[in-house]
Antibody, heavy 126, light 107 residues
Framework: EVQLLESGGGLVQPGGSLRLSCAAS????????MTWVRQAPGKGLEWVSA????????FYADSVKGRFTISRDNSKNTLYVQMNSLRVEDTAVYYC???????????????????WGQGTLVTVSS | DIQMTQSPSSLSASVGDRVTITCRAS??????LSWYQQKPGKAPKLLIN???SLQGGVPSRFSGSGSGTDFTLTISSLQPEDIATYYC?????????FGGGTRVEIK
């Protein structure tokens, strides 16, 4: 059974940093690109960042580029996002999601995301 | 960047009704369109990808259609467990983008 479990959320002041983790199980982690999606309170979904299965390529939304860094440790089956220079508008539930199509060396996003974690809440406030 | 527009933003229908949600892309995305269902307090669930390909375990009352810029999600007979917000997502090019969502309620 595929499971994704996020952790690391919490309250942080504007300008602060936080690292989220997503522990994966039930599939060959390194064969799949992984994606972070966030949802501000009462709002819709926003694609944030993604990383190929090998970890060699990363992708970011303009809203987080230069502030967030996505990474993965395939030996630990864990996905990360390091969030720096946090802003009030980064307040959201952050979900990690597995991409449906196996594709270790590219970001094969065409078929969507078939498994999602339960989300972790990040609150940026003074 | 491709923008996705859903309509309506919310709807209220009776059990057994046919429900249709539309999604429009700001440019052609061929059939690179996914639909997700999100129940309150839960993570999104992939219902349909490639515009019309139903995912395993999803009830057959759900269907998707369209290509190019205009897409539709249809629930043929609304059930109480279908109460949720539905999102479309273009998977044609980066940055991937979601529609604003359609909240479905029971009348």
């Amino acid at each position: 059974e595929v499971q994704l479990l996020e952790s690391g959320g919490g309250l942080v002041q504007p300008g602060g940093s936080l690292r989220l983790s997503c522990a994966a199980s039930g599939f060959t982690f390194s064969n799949y690109a992984m994606t972070w999606v966030r949802q501000a309170p009462g709002k819709g979904l926003e694609w944030v960042s993604a990383i190929t299965g090998s970890g060699a390529s990363t992708f970011y939304a303009d809203s987080v580029k230069g502030r967030f860094t996505i990474s993965r440790d395939n030996s630990k089956n864990t996905l990360y996002v390091q969030m720096n220079s946090l802003r009030v508008e980064d307040t959201a539930v952050y979900y990690c999601a597995k991409d449906l199509a196996p594709c270790s060396s590219a970001y094969c996003y065409e078929k969507g995301h078939d498994y999602w974690g339960q989300g972790t809440l990040v609150t940026v406030s003074s | 960047d491709i923008q996705m527009t859903q309509s309506p933003s919310s709807l209220s229908a009776s059990v057994g009704d046919r429900v249709t949600i539309t999604c429009r892309a700001s440019q052609s995305i061929s059939s690179y369109l996914s639909w997700y269902q999100q129940k309150p307090g839960k993570a999104p669930k992939l219902l349909i990808n490639a515009a019309s390909s139903l995912q395993g375990g999803v009830p057959s009352r759900f269907s998707g259609s369209g290509s190019g810029t205009d897409f539709t999600l249809t629930i043929s007979s609304l059930q109480p467990e279908d109460i949720a917000t539905y999102y479309c997502q273009q998977t044609y090019s980066l940055p991937l983008a979601f529609g604003g969502g359609t909240r479905v309620e029971i009348k």
